[in-house]
């Protein structure tokens, strides 16, 4: 049974950096691309990051040279270091797998605000 689950979420001031986690069990992390979405309410989710199992990595453009996305397959790990937050930033932030076959599977979320 697939599971993830996000942390690390968190009020911050803008300028200021965090990182998230996420953990994920029942299926062979390593073989997997992970993603990193974020969502604001009434919109869709959108894609932040992704890091194939052999660390090819895809970054949105709003966030290049401020995140970077990290995994740890020893630990079914992966993690988005945020830097330089913008309150444009605010969102909530899932991690994503997509098996294939349209099989995908989300995290319950882990909620990050940016505001002075």
């Known amino acids: 049974q697939v599971h993830l689950a996000e942390s690390g979420g968190d009020v911050v001031q803008p300028g200021a950096s965090l990182t998230l986690s996420c953990v994920a069990s029942?299926?062979?992390?390593?073989?997997?691309?992970m993603r990193w979405y974020r969502q604001t309410p009434g919109d869709q989710r959108k894609l932040v990051a992704a890091?194939?199992?052999?660390?090819?990595?895809q970054y949105a453009n709003s966030v290049k040279s401020r995140f970077t996305i990290s995994r740890d397959n020893t630990k079914n790990m992966v993690y988005l270091q945020m830097s330089d937050l913008k309150p444009e930033d605010t969102a909530t932030y899932y991690c994503?797998?997509?098996?294939?076959?349209?099989?995908?599977?989300w995290g319950q979320g882990t909620q990050v605000t940016v505001s002075s």
């Open positions: 029942g299926f062979p992390f390593s073989r997997y691309t």
């Open positions: 890091m194939s199992g052999g660390g090819a990595i």
């Open positions: 994503n797998l997509q098996r294939g076959g349209g099989e995908e599977y």
